[in-house]
């Protein structure tokens, strides 16, 4: 195979360099964070005290920046006590990745501290719970309102103006009215989610309405469509899959609501544990439970992706470059082995 | 059968019923100044049952927003378009349209798309998926019936444009430069291919481009639109040239004089003497060239 250029503006890359930049993209930040957290000369600003000599300032197990430990030691020397010993260490903020990795395992299986708290599965449960009802609410509602936004100039000069207005007041601002309407359990919780993507997905799916093109509508109308179905059957089978994309999208937006929406009132679900851990300074599992979040939301877009290359064949192209990389590199064995006794077919 | 002169011919055309009219069509459009700019002013003709009608005229003349106000997708400023003595409120399924960009639906596949109309007309699926068939299996693209858009060249796109404008049954066919996207090769095919149509279909057929030949071997009658002038505002109507050549043609015809002629007469109107440029077409070119090294 000859050898294809890195860097060529739009060209598309071959199966290989994609792969390996896909794994590149995750690799790199988890070598800097190994290197930063096993090379002692890499950063570790502070020392970890092993034994502390004859000083009656440094005891062992003691965090303390090396400037301070040197100094301590240099006195204890000039005074021929004992010196003290100590091991590079980094602050308590940044575990070592096999912390979390560790953390990441203990969190499910340590019982909650205090009676009545939940688990970490099931402070989960109820974030994807309360995420899947905001996020419902938000889209049952903002499609269809989108959709007419983005077809009728009347509907848009009503709704969007007010629209755009609230769109940028911070979802948690409501926060306070929320809990007084609506109580301290999950109702506000779930408002401020639908407060925070409801306005954004009535603009993003008008903008993707607005984009079907005109001379499909006009092609429907010479064709005897009426504005009704013009609405039914061009308009909405058009934009479906762009639709499915910008839901996907702000199923994102929706989770970053979530990690404010879960403090207000009675807080619960994942900010919670994260929180609570943040407080007993179990820093391994407040990465934990971050990269948790993270991979639940890699996961659902990624899965989702792939589901939209089955679910609108007229495209001819695909979507979900992630996804379609992992389906390729896990079925090239079996591919590999089929080429010869399957013909691809072409229209 | 012998070939009748072409005035008895024309005389015999202007007998059959009208079936579209144009009285007197003008269209402003608002500019960003405040102004107005005309589009077209003052258009009138008439067309008779089965006839194929070509407009052509330079770039700018209105030819597009002539064939847009015919299918109602403009209102006109001035005027208004008859069809059968009715006159014309927004786009129907009596005046059907190809466009010069691919317009099929990309969610639909082939059948689905000529079945659209039929369907928006209120026709059961089954009955509609049976005619969409015929007409499909008219311009030979059964094999395609199931393909989607994305699937097809753009000649099929096209073929399946006109029969999906078609399987409505309309009265007119107003095509807007529809091959003016594809290439050479296609486009004659395509020119073949629309002149059988015409001949074994009844519909009556309006035909925008910018192509000489092209209007020329397919049109009956010419409409030639002009551009703004000292004169005219506006694109407005220039003449109706009647093609003196067999509606019994195909794409050999181009070789003929009498074909010559024609496109030669069409050419001095579109391209009137007092309109080109003094020193004719020669740029005010430097030697940039060495010496010796002439092509």
């Known amino acids: 195979m000859a050898r294809s250029p890195w860097l060529v503006v739009r060209r598309e890359l071959n199966p290989w360099q994609r792969s390996m930049l896909i794994g590149m993209a995750f690799i790199l930040p988890l070598a800097i964070w190994c290197a930063v957290s096993y090379v002692p000369w890499i950063w570790h600003p502070l020392v970890l005290v092993d034994q502390p000599g004859e000083s009656d300032f440094l005891s062992t197990g003691m965090l303390i920046d090396r400037q301070s430990f040197l100094e301590e030691n240099a006195k204890l020397a000039a005074a021929k006590q004992a010196i003290a010993t100590g091991s590079p260490s980094n602050p308590i903020f940044l575990p070592a990745p096999h912390k979390v990795l560790i953390a990441l395992y203990t969190s499910f299986k340590t019982p909650p501290l205090r009676r009545g708290e939940p688990w970490l599965h099931e402070s989960l449960l109820h974030s994807i719970e309360v995420i899947a009802i905001g996020f419902s609410i938000a889209a049952v509602l903002g499609v269809p309102l989108g959709i007419l936004c983005g077809s009728f100039r009347a509907v848009a000069h009503l709704f969007e103006p007010v629209i755009d207005f609230i769109r940028y007041m911070p979802a948690p601002a409501f926060g306070a009215l929320m809990v007084a309407m609506l109580g301290i359990d999950d109702g506000p919780k779930i408002a401020i989610i639908v407060i925070a993507t409801f306005f954004t997905t009535v603009l993003v799916v008008a903008k993707t309405a607005r984009m079907v093109d005109m001379s499909l509508l006009e092609a429907a109308q010479t064709l005897g469509a009426s504005n009704k179905r013009l609405l039914t059957r061009v308009i909405v089978p058009a934009i479906l899959p762009d639709l499915y994309n910008d839901l996907r999208i702000l199923l994102g937006s929706a989770w970053t609501a979530l990690i404010v929406a879960e403090l207000i009132g009675a807080s619960s679900g994942i900010s919670y544990f994260i929180n609570q851990q943040g407080k007993y300074r179990n820093y391994d599992r407040v990465f934990a439970g971050i990269i948790i979040i993270g991979l639940i939301g890699l996961c659902t877009d990624q899965i989702l992706a792939f589901i939209g290359r089955f679910l609108f064949p007229w495209r001819g192209t695909t979507n979900g470059r992630f996804a379609t990389s992992i389906w390729t590199t896990a079925t090239w064995p079996v591919r590999m082995t089929a080429l010869p006794f399957t013909r691809r077919k072409s229209p | ?295």
């Open chain 2, 1 to 295: 059968m012998t070939e009748q002169s072409p005035s008895a011919r024309f005389r015999q055309i202007r007998t059959r019923p009208v079936v579209l009219e144009a009285k007197g069509l003008g269209k402003d459009f608002p500019r960003t100044d405040g102004g107005t700019a005309v589009a077209l002013k003052g258009v009138d003709f008439t067309v008779h049952r089965r006839e194929f009608i070509t407009v052509i005229g330079p770039s700018g003349c209105g030819k597009s927003t002539l064939v847009r106000i015919l299918a109602g997708l403009e209102q006109a400023t001035t005027g208004e378009v008859l069809v059968d003595g009715q006159p014309v409120h927004g786009p129907g399924r009596d005046r059907g349209m190809v466009f010069q960009g691919y317009t099929l639906f990309p969610w639909l596949t082939v059948t689905q798309n000529v079945m659209f109309g039929l369907r928006m007309g209120g026709m059961g699926k089954d009955q509609a998926g049976r005619e969409a068939m015929q007409w499909i299996e008219m311009v030979g693209l059964q094999k395609f019936a199931k393909a989607y858009p994305y699937q097809l060249s753009g000649g099929m796109k096209q073929r399946v444009a006109i029969v999906r404008a078609l399987a409505n049954n309309p009265r007119i066919l107003l095509m807007d430069e529809p091959f003016g996207a594809l290439d050479p090769q296609t486009r004659m095919q395509m020119q073949s291919y629309l002149l059988q149509i015409w001949r074994n279909v009844n519909v009556t057929i309006i035909f925008i481009t910018h192509d000489l030949d092209e209007a020329v071997l397919l049109a009956g009658r010419i409409i030639v639109l002009g551009a703004a002038d000292e004169t005219h505002p506006g694109g407005h109507l220039t003449e109706i040239v009647e093609v003196p050549l067999s509606p019994q043609r195909d794409v050999s015809v181009i070789a003929t004089p009498l074909f010559q002629q024609t496109r030669a007469r069409l050419d001095a109107l579109i391209h009137p003497a007092h309109l080109v440029p003094a020193g004719g077409d020669h740029l005010p070119m430097l030697k940039m060239t060495e010496a010796g090294d002439e092509v």
